[in-house]
């Protein structure tokens, strides 16, 4: 079955500023979703609201055409996050970090080395997350959105602390995930290049 998450007439008020109002966007497997806009305009606060982290004023947003309030669990379970933070524990090993994450999605039947390697994380292993770079965190937290057998991405500035081969390799990996008919939301300021359908929200 074809993946789809949707949303209608969606509005969001954090104090007195309305974020987005009567909001809606559709959304299928093999389809990039980026959210456009200037710092402070809600495009993370959106991101956060499709996985279940605010409430909105009005609105729904659906799951292969089941509200996501009625399947919180199923739906978390399809989606993986790469937010600012990387959520992941300072005083774990990578390994470690990876190891507690499996136990929280299904996981893709790929070999973690190879992953690793690609990533350029394969000599840092054993080290504590803390220990680890902005970016070096930040790929590592790649590697958990690649050892995820989940069809949604949600990716939040996913080019920040990168450098232009990082950013380079997220566009790759990206366009190898929605090939494999997985669906991608994204918040990024850069201009967007890539071979896939791309859905647009502007906020």
Known sequence: MTAKLSANDLTLIRGENCLFQDLGFALKSGELLLLEGQNGSGKTSLMRAIAGMLSLESGEI?????????????????????????????????????????????????????????LGISKLKSLPLRSLSA???????????????????????????????????????????????????MAAHQDIEIDATVRRVSL
């Not at 996050?81 to 996981?107: I, M, Y």
């Not at 937290?141 to 069809?151: C, F, G, I, K």
């Not at 995930?177 to 997985?182: E, I, Q, R, S």
Request: hydrophobic share 45%; glycine share 6%; net charge neutral.
């Open 62 to 118: 659906l799951w292969n055409d089941v509200p996501v309030s009625q399947q919180r669990q199923e739906f978390h379970g399809a989606l993986v996050w790469l937010a600012h933070r990387t959520g992941l524990k300072g005083d774990l090993t990578l390994v470690e970090n990876l190891r507690f994450e499996a136990s929280l999605r299904p996981q893709a039947k790929v070999d973690a080395d190879i992953v690793y390697k690609r």
């Open 135 to 185: 970016g070096q965190q930040r790929r590592v937290a790649l590697a958990r959105m690649l050892l995820a057998d989940v069809p949604l991405w949600l990716m939040d500035e996913p080019f920040t602390n990168l450098d232009r081969e990082g950013r380079k390799l997220v566009m790759t990996l990206t366009e190898e995930h929605l090939a494999n008919d997985g669906m991608c939301v």
